[in-house]
């Protein structure tokens, strides 16, 4: 069974609106579109309920409130995965990745690969964070990095280590796709990893990048992959509705040839299986028409199987 939940927080940028984004994916048809792609059973739990009038905080702005979130976030991924279904989480921010990735991490450890298709790098903390949003930090906090900071910014750090990492994250396997807006603190650390550029992207195309990926996660020993969806990874032109766009994304086609190749890569014997995935930063009051919500939809589908002329 597909168990599809949604995180409503979005305290921790600097532009709200993707505590809509779970409600808005629904919308656009992201239950019915997988309905038609593949025979799984797809049951919705909801919305997990989220405090939005929560204190700012001393230290990282919304920490705790954040915090507490992702840490719900892990437990009922824990619950589901122990049903023996698959987790779709709806975001909210980017930050909510943290649960369910940080649940997977503790049950596959250095055997779970990352794909973080996204234009920022989600690797700064707070020493060297342009804007000390927290949506900017989850990598970097799964990852072990400490705060290079002092008083209630590294306690706050602290405490959501401490709450929501057991077992750091190896930076090795993470992989980036659609990488552009990246800042000067991460890219060293990205360098850590396996980043994919736009720039790439744009020189050997999405076939050629996506099989480097998949080369390089099968080397790393990979047998679980989770996949995280940062909706501005597309190109604004074609989903605006997200609260940090970036000029030069992926088109409609990239990110669907994109889903298309992972779900092959997934049919392969001897490959690496998917384990869960989210969808994030969807915000409907930057959007038209809800095109943003409408693609994500449709990219899940893509991702499960769906086709132009089917099976």
């Known amino acids: 069974m597909i168990e599809i939940h949604g995180a409503p927080f979005d305290l921790g940028g600097a532009r709200q609106g993707s505590r809509l984004g779970p409600d808005a994916l629904r919308l656009a048809g992201l239950i019915s579109s997988l309905a038609e792609t593949t025979d799984i059973p797809i049951h919705d739990l909801g919305n997990l309920p989220v405090n939005l009038n929560a204190e700012k905080g001393p230290g990282i702005p919304y920490a705790r409130a954040a915090g507490d979130v992702i840490v719900r976030l ?34 596959y450890g250095d055997e779970l690969g990352i794909l973080w298709i996204d234009a920022h790098g989600d690797l700064n903390t707070p020493d060297i964070s342009p804007s000390m949003n927290i949506h900017g930090m989850p990598l970097a906090l799964m990852s072990g990095f400490e705060s290079g900071m002092v008083g209630p910014v590294d306690d706050d750090w602290r405490t959501l280590q401490t709450s ?4 750091t994250l190896n930076i090795a396997n993470i992989c980036w796709f659609g990488l552009r807006d990246v800042d000067k603190g991460e890219k060293a650390r990205a360098k850590m990893g396996f980043p994919i550029t736009m720039h790439e992207i744009d020189r050997d195309g999405v076939l050629g990048t996506w099989k480097k990926i998949d080369a390089y996660l099968k ?17 604004p032109i074609l989903a605006p509705g997200t609260g940090t766009a970036v000029r030069g994304g992926l088109s409609y086609r990239e990110a669907h040839f994109l889903a298309e190749l992972i779900h092959e890569s997934l049919q392969e014997t001897g490959s690496y299986q998917l384990v ?9 009051i930057h959007d038209y028409n809800n095109e943003t919500a409408t693609v994500a939809a449709e990219w899940v589908a893509s991702l499960f199987g769906k086709s132009i002329l089917g099976s």
């Open 219 to 235: 080397e790393r020993g990979c047998k679980y992959l989770y996949i995280s969806l940062d909706v501005d990874a597309m190109d």
């Open 74 to 107: 892990k437990a009922i991924t824990r619950e589901i995965v122990a049903r023996g279904s698959f987790p779709i989480m709806l975001g909210g921010e980017h930050s909510m990745s943290a649960g369910p990735v940080s649940a997977f991490v503790d049950q």
């Open 276 to 284: 869960g995935m989210d969808v994030v930063e969807v915000s409907p």
């Open 164 to 167: 929501i990492v057991a077992k």
